[in-house]
């Protein structure tokens, strides 16, 4: 039993176990750092408020940006089935950017709902140009002009500056 006792007590002992726990330390809060960077949790409460917060901007403006100027491209081919995608990708777009600021509703319309003029002062340009996207979802005959989709993006892309995704 002394034996052990020493063995426990000994210098070199103590040594090899600080630097053991030391390792087994930094490797947890590795793990923890890690799994924290993957949590959506923590990158909506933490990352994304940093970012805003130095750039100025709200998180995600510039994904945003590039994801319009996909839906603009779509009206430079001359084809109406481009002109219906790009109409449905930027209705997608601001559903997207409503839920991230936290508007609740399981569709567009139930999200729109609760916008109000002192929110989007086109709002009601928005219920047309959204009931025009459905008419082009649901009625494949219906029928999309060039002049037609430009007026339905530039609502669009007035929205997104009232919301400051621009």
């Known amino acids: 039993m002394d034996n052990i006792f020493s063995i426990i007590t000994s210098a070199t002992f103590l040594f090899y176990l600080k630097i053991a726990f030391i390792i087994i330390g ?5 793990a923890i750092v890690f799994l924290l960077s993957k949590n959506t949790w923590f990158k909506r409460r933490f990352l994304e408020d940093w970012t805003e917060f ?10 945003t ?6 839906v603009l491209k779509r009206l430079d081919t001359g084809k109406e089935a481009d002109y219906k995608l790009a ?13 991230k600021i936290g508007y ?17 002062p086109n709002i009601e340009q928005i219920w047309k140009t959204h009931k025009i996207r459905n008419n082009v979802v649901h009625d494949p005959d219906y029928k ?5 989709a430009r007026k339905a993006l530039g609502i669009y892309e007035k929205t997104f500056r009232d919301l400051e995704m621009f």
Not at 26 to 30: D, G, K, P, V
Not at 104 to 120: F, N, V, Y
Request: charged share 30%.
């Open 144 to 148: 999309l002009s060039l002049e037609d």
């Open 65 to 70: 940006f590039k994801q319009w100027a996909k």
């Open 87 to 99: 109409l449905i990708e930027a209705d997608s777009l601001l559903n997207d950017i409503l839920k």
């Open 104 to 120: 609740k509703g399981k569709t567009m319309a139930e999200m729109l709902e609760q916008l109000d003029s002192k929110t989007l």
């Open 26 to 30: 930094a490797l947890f809060s590795l």
């Open 54 to 63: 130095f750039i100025y901007r709200p998180f995600g403006v510039k994904k």
